[in-house]
């Protein structure tokens, strides 16, 4: 499986990584041998075999519906972003381009 | 010079009377105020909690409480969230990030009495197998400074012979708690996926996380296991097993018990020097008495594959947090509009390995190549699973070595990811299944280079690991051997 430069370019955007041309460069050759490298998996046999997503076998693990206060002062909570705030909320940028 | 101190010397130490926490706790933060600089282990000394807590430990033992951790000067790898103390996952994503609670079991630790001198350095957002990717630079080996000391969990695996405190807090994914340890010749203990309660440390593979530490001895890993297992109602991946009380297992009988030793552990991949030492450590316990018997894990080889496409999916998906608005935001300069403020705040936040796991994960979970990588690797994770089950019939405990080869060069690696991701082809596969396992030091190599025996048991039997672990340790002492500095 060989990664393009078009993909990783692709692939950087899907996961919004802003990445220049060396990088680009420089990824596609080791992701490719990422790739490369794990294309053995397809010489297990996996018929008929159930996918793992969690080992200990628990399920719908319940919660009681109770608030707790984990932090009591909520504007701590707040003063670990470092960007402006106004009126108990964090100042973003724009979403929408003109 | 300080003693090298175990935990259970300290609290003899303490009731006994010989000295007080805040004496030994000024000694340690001196130690490490002036070697750290040349081995680059704690990337934030946290003095004023320590002599704080240290103090409060006194007092306790005053009244004559020496129960727990009381006292015992420790290192937190800097992914537990520590209030009031910056936690960066040593990332220049998170620089500055001081967060508002202690994790839980951050919170059971200081409540056992242990005092906390600051936060040890790790691959970045704990992604890496020699501490190369932290954003702080690598952590020195102290066995020989021109080699890595391992990683993730470089900077707690190296505070341990260094006597930077005398035991680390680490995570293990795929082997930072143990690959490290066996790279710098101390005891890493990795629990069952569960057995710890992971809210409050920086997660990397959800699947696949566990909270452990870097001791002297194995005892010691049974003592701080008595406080850290257990259940949190903030993280629902712990099962409502019963906890020990892991220190009974120490110096029990082992004679009649059985060790498998996975021919797949001892093949042509490992280097002849490690798998000497280990076939040393496995005749040691034959001399106790166990039965060591061959037995086969076929699909072993295919491990590090599975992990490589696993993890890095969930890696790409916890890291999607980390968009510059709650965390890890840039000086507002030249920034636009939001999708600018997420590209730029994640291309310049993180580092190489994180950028490479990102977009493995990206590539693995997106549409069309769902089936063919993350699908195909979570059927070949089961496949493993049962392959330990089954051998799991048959013998107590498996043993072999932590790691292929003993610590190598600092930037040997650095621009070949595969070359490095095999560090961990012997501990991923026991990841994968959420089994536990115990790194205990076996010796060195002719260059004098730490190697680690490693010990793996059935989920929840962490019981069986200090019980073979304490045997073997009993008649080598080789934690002994610190570095001479």
Same mark, same amino acid.
């Given at each position: 499986m060989n990664l393009t430069k078009e993909q990783v370019e692709k692939i950087a955007y899907l996961a919004r990584l802003g990445l220049n041309d060396a990088e680009i460069e420089k990824f596609s050759d080791q992701l490719t041998g990422i790739l490369d490298y794990v294309d053995m998996l397809n010489e297990v046999d996996t018929e008929n075999v159930d996918p793992t997503s969690q080992v200990t076998g628990l399920e719908s693990v319940m919660e009681e519906d109770e608030v707790i206060d984990y932090v009591e002062d909520k504007s701590r909570l707040l003063e670990a972003s470092n960007l402006p705030k106004e009126a108990r909320q964090i100042l973003v940028k724009s979403i929408f381009n003109d | 010079m300080i003693e090298n101190y175990t935990i259970k010397q300290l609290i003899d130490g303490y009731s006994e009377g010989s000295f007080s926490s805040t004496e030994v706790t000024k000694q340690y933060l001196e130690r490490l105020k002036k070697l750290n600089p040349e081995y680059n282990v704690f990337v934030n000394v946290s003095e004023d909690l320590a002599l704080e807590q240290a103090a409060k430990a006194d007092k306790a033992m005053e009244a004559g409480d020496f129960s727990g951790l009381m006292g015992i000067p420790m290192g937190l790898k800097d992914v537990f969230c520590t209030e009031g103390i910056e936690t960066t996952a040593c990332s220049n994503m998170l620089r500055g990030y001081v967060p508002p609670f202690n994790a839980p079991v951050v919170q059971d630790l200081f409540d056992a009495g242990a005092v906390c001198l600051g936060k040890t350095n790790t691959d970045e957002f704990t992604c890496g197998v020699s501490t190369e990717t932290s954003c702080f630079g690598v952590t020195k080996n102290p066995y020989d400074v021109t080699k890595v000391p391992g990683g993730s969990g470089g900077g707690s695996a190296a505070a341990v012979p260094l006597n930077f405190g005398v035991f680390a807090m680490g995570t293990d994914t795929g082997g930072s708690i143990r690959q490290p340890a066996s790279f710098c010749n101390g005891v890493g203990m990795k629990v069952t996926?569960? =057995? @710890?309660? =992971? /809210?409050g440390v920086i997660s990397m593979a959800s699947s696949l996380d566990t909270i452990g530490h870097n001791t002297k001895t194995v005892e010691d890993a049974a003592l701080v296991l008595d406080i850290t297992a257990g259940t949190h109602r903030m993280d629902q991946t712990t099962p409502q097993e019963e906890v020990r009380s892991y220190t009974d297992y120490i110096g029990k009988d082992i004679s009649g018990l059985k060790i498998g030793l996975p021919k797949e552990y001892f093949n042509d991949s490992v280097d002849d020097e490690v798998r000497e030492l280990i076939m040393d450590a496995v005749k040691v316990l034959e001399s106790k008495g166990v039965i060591v018997k061959e037995v086969s894990l076929p699909n072993t080889k295919y491990g590090v594959a599975a992990y490589y496409i696993i993890s890095p999916s969930e890696v790409s998906a916890n890291m999607a947090r980390y968009d510059g608005i709650r965390y890890g935001a840039l000086p507002d300069t030249d920034i636009n509009d939001l999708e600018e403020q997420y590209l730029k705040t994640r291309g310049l936040g993180f580092g190489d390995e994180m950028k490479r796991r990102i977009m493995i994960g990206t590539y693995a979970l997106s549409s069309g190549y769902y089936d063919a990588y993350y699908l195909k690797a979570q059927k070949v994770r089961t496949v493993l699973i049962q392959e330990f089950e089954e051998v799991f019939k048959d013998v107590d405990v498996l043993m072999g070595p932590v790691s292929p080869f003993p610590a190598f060069g600092i930037g040997?690696? @650095? /621009?070949d990811p595969v070359s490095m991701y095999v560090a961990d082809a012997l501990t991923i596969p026991s990841s994968l299944a959420g089994i536990p396992g115990i790194s205990v030091p076996a010796g060195f190599t002719k260059a004098g280079l730490p190697v680690g025996l490693h010990i793996m048991a059935p989920q929840f039997e962490e019981g069986l690991l200090f019980q073979f672990g304490s045997a073997y340790e009993s008649e080598t002492e080789f934690w002994k051997q610190v570095p001479s500095v």
């Open positions: - | 996926y569960g =057995r @710890v309660p =992971r /809210s040997e690696k @650095v /621009s």
